[in-house]
């Protein structure tokens, strides 16, 4: 899901940049106040993890293969910034290192992936993991967070596309949405396993770290849930509100816009005006929310599959009562 | 080291190679943003910048299908989000436009890859006043990845030499194992960077 | 032990106890001295404590002070406020060069204790400079670790650490992965320097050659100690603690005259 170059115009690269540079910027100074000293070298090994997990092949049918991303899994091993920050460093070097994503879009990328891929996943982990405990309730909680966290970036990327006037907003979303609600399973399957496995061998590593569970997170995670939702709200919302046309504003003002109109994108894209994309809104809105309840379901089933014991007190009436397990 | 190859020809000797990495950033920076900001023209400007990039790639002395095939890998990314601009407005002529914009940022920025050492790149980004947190963790990685890549390597022929069915179930439940065996060999490692830092003086 | 002028130890360990954080012991009350400019094999089987003792000249160990026991550095007990001085003064070589080796550059590496010291810039580039000659590696600053052979990492850490100028060295596992030409040249690089040296080891074909004295480790408890050739050609007291004498000492009596050399 690297962007590459040529994609992005100036207003959407320069804001998908302000917004990944305050994320870093947040996760940065919360890493560097909360972090004790002895985890340094712990981020960039887990990078050096990231980009080594990234290479490996899961085989899926024919030649091809699933890959781990793994925002999710370090955010689930070391916390919401640490994550932001591994996913950012693995970015940047990948982008100067092989050209891989962008260097004019790296502040989207780091946006997708790290903001919305690292925190944004942390965010749902961390919520669904507090409501079902134990080691089941974390790997329901990475399952599904991966799933979201894949679509989520999926999202902001079709979005930046769409107000970058590059690709129209009604082919993009279903594309990356579609295709990334697909590679999303791949993503919770291998989280789930990889998790499991490491808890399987060494359990501390996956118990939540005392030092992020402590008060001082939370303005870093309000910090992170606003920058989360500008970015939505700027790129994922062209159906819901007029952003693109505000934002087109405000960089004029700027003096970000092109002047010259291109010659082949004579007319405006179209589904910004028309009112019947409103009903094919609702039915794409209504897919997503489906799609998210088969996958939360999906996710359960798998955590018990993967970790066989429920916490006591849950499931064990179901004896008496004739329907069985 | 195997996999040394991602690194093999940034530390040739070239004029390119000599140049100093903070101009050779900048102007692959200026490179690349410049085209990507192109609005859709005609031919010239990207053909002038392709042959002012093959007269670097010639200069630099980097082997030709080297490079050739690091844009080749890269490009089928390229391809796919440009077809999604074939289903819009702008058609064919956006659709191939988008490609050579992008094809012409990606050659920058190999050969800015393979002409400047990264632990340069990183000295540059230093003096930028990139905060240190960052840049010790490029460093570690950069440094890291070749050591977990091996490692990676051998995990997987080993269990390769282990494994007599093609189940497909089983090579995913194998490789999560090889992945989490990483993260915990990279994590007790990164402990004994810690006491190798102290050792020698890290506050 | 010499009277009259009273010289402080190069390393001075008294009644050393650690234990995991398991609870398991690691050292169980080990005590030794090493003077200055002795080369002093550490030998004993696997799980005796030899890392764990290595850890404790350099402060890395205990993680909170103060441990059980005390070790003293040239006559300056390794506490909380003595920390960075006992690093500058023990050179700790650790078995993994790859943990150790951790800049992108062989110069930024070797420059890495320098820096720490707070030393100028010109100075810090004539240590590197220096401590890469001694290592036998004029001119690696430009090269990347991941480019390295096994034995040039070797010297690349040696390197790192001579450049702080420290007064003990501390080997642990040095001729490990190291073919026999890297084991010869390692040897010969050490023979070179003649700074104090601790050297932990399993290769007791090079405690042989380069200790003249040697410290038996095991169920961490120093054991014996005494001189190379009479503790290792002991085959009864080398199988007692799971090691084998050494086969340039298998026709030495543990007695006879060579013994005492």
């Given at each position: 899901m690297h962007i590459p170059d040529g994609f992005l115009d100036a207003k959407t690269a320069v804001a998908a940049g302000v917004l990944a540079a305050t994320g870093l910027g947040v996760a940065l100074r919360h890493a560097q106040h909360h972090l004790p000293p002895r985890r340094v070298p712990l981020l960039g090994l887990a990078a050096a993890f990231v980009f080594a997990a990234q290479m490996i092949n899961f085989p899926v049918a024919g030649g091809t293969s699933g890959h781990l991303v793994g925002a999710v899994l370090v955010a689930v091993l070391l916390g919401p910034s640490a994550a932001v920050v591994v996913m950012s460093a693995v970015l940047v070097v990948q982008c100067l290192m092989f050209a891989d994503g962008g260097l004019s879009a790296i502040g989207a990328n780091i946006l997708n992936m790290g903001l919305l891929g690292g925190a944004g996943g942390w965010a749902i982990y961390h919520g669904v993991s507090r409501t079902v405990k134990g080691l089941f309730g974390q790997v329901l909680a990475a399952t599904f967070a991966a799933w979201c966290s894949t679509v989520l970036a999926a999202v902001a990327c079709a979005g930046e596309l769409a107000t970058s006037r590059t690709v129209s907003w009604s082919v993009a979303l279903p594309a990356m949405a579609g295709i990334h609600m697909l590679i999303g399973v791949g993503e919770g399957l291998i989280t789930a396993l990889v998790l499991v496995a490491i808890a399987r061998t060494r359990p501390e590593l996956v118990q939540p770290d005392p030092a992020i569970e402590a008060r001082q997170t939370y303005g870093a995670v309000v910090a992170y849930g606003v920058l989360i939702a500008a970015g939505l709200a700027l790129f994922a919302s062209p159906l819901a509100s007029r952003w693109p046309d505000g934002l087109d504003r405000t960089a004029e003002l700027l003096g970000f816009k092109e002047r010259a109109t291109a010659p082949i994108l004579a007319a405006p894209i179209p589904e910004y005006e028309m009112p019947g994309v409103q009903g094919s809104a609702l039915a794409t809105s209504l897919a997503g929310v489906v799609g998210t309840l088969i996958v939360f379901v999906l996710a359960w089933w798998l955590a018990r599959v993967l970790v066989p014991h429920r916490v006591r007190?849950?499931?064990?009436e179901s004896d008496t009562t004739g329907q069985g397990p | 080291m195997r996999h040394d190859f991602l690194d093999r020809y940034s530390r040739l000797d070239s004029p390119i190679h000599r140049s100093s990495a903070a101009v050779k950033l900048v102007a692959a920076m200026a490179l690349v943003v410049g085209t990507a900001l192109l609005?859709?023209?005609?031919?010239i400007p990207l053909a002038t910048i392709s042959l002012l990039l093959i007269a670097v790639a010639v200069a630099s002395r980097v082997p030709w299908w080297f490079l050739v095939r690091r844009i080749l890998l890269l490009e089928p990314f390229v391809l796919g989000v440009a077809a999604l601009a074939l289903f819009g407005p702008g058609g064919w002529r956006l659709f191939l436009f988008l490609i050579a914009k992008s094809t012409v940022c990606l050659s920058t920025m190999v050969l800015l890859a393979n002409t400047t050492p990264f632990s340069d790149l990183l000295r540059v980004l230093k003096s930028a006043r990139v905060p240190s947190l960052l840049l010790t963790t490029m460093s570690l990685m950069y440094r890291y990845v070749f050591v977990l890549l091996d490692e990676a390597g051998r995990m997987k022929r080993a269990r390769a030499s282990r494994t007599f069915s093609r189940q497909r179930a089983l090579a995913w439940q194998t490789t999560a194992t090889v992945v989490s065996q990483l993260f915990i060999r990279s994590s007790e490692r990164a402990d004994r960077i810690w006491a190798a830092m102290c050792a020698r003086g890290w506050r | 032990m010499c009277s009259g002028v009273e010289v402080s130890a190069a390393i001075e360990v008294r009644d050393l106890c650690f234990r995991y954080s398991d609870g398991s012991p690691a050292l169980q009350g080990a005590s030794f001295t090493i003077a200055e400019g002795e080369c002093v094999g550490l030998v004993g089987p696997n799980g005796a404590g030899k890392s764990t003792l290595l850890l404790h000249l350099n402060g890395l160990l205990p993680e909170t002070f103060p441990g059980e026991g005390s070790v003293l550095v040239g006559g300056v007990r390794v506490g909380p406020d003595t920390l960075m001085e006992v690093r500058r003064k023990v050179g700790l070589l650790f078995q993994d060069p790859n943990d150790q080796l951790f800049c992108p550059t062989v110069w930024e590496d070797v420059a890495f204790g320098p820096q720490q010291l707070g030393l100028d810039e010109g100075e810090v580039r004539g240590r590197v400079r220096r401590a890469l000659a001694t290592a036998g590696i004029?001119?690696?600053?430009?090269?990347?670790?991941?480019?390295?052979s096994a034995g040039e990492k070797r010297r690349v850490c040696l390197a790192g650490v001579l450049a702080c100028d420290p007064s003990v060295l501390v080997l642990d596992e040095p001729t490990s992965s190291l073919d026999p030409r890297g084991r010869r040249e390692l040897k010969a690089l050490l023979r070179q320097i003649p700074i104090t040296k601790l050297i932990a080891t399993h290769d007791l074909e090079l405690v042989v050659e380069l200790c003249s004295r040697v410290i038996v480790l095991d169920g961490g408890k120093v054991e014996v100690q005494g001189p190379t050739i009479e503790v290792l050609s002991d085959e009864e007291l080398m199988l007692r603690h799971s090691l084998e004498r050494p086969h340039a000492l298998r026709h030495v009596h543990p007695h006879g005259p060579e013994a005492s050399s």
């Open positions: 007190g849950e499931g064990r | 609005p859709p023209s005609g031919p | 004029p001119g690696f600053e430009k090269r990347a670790p991941h480019h390295l």
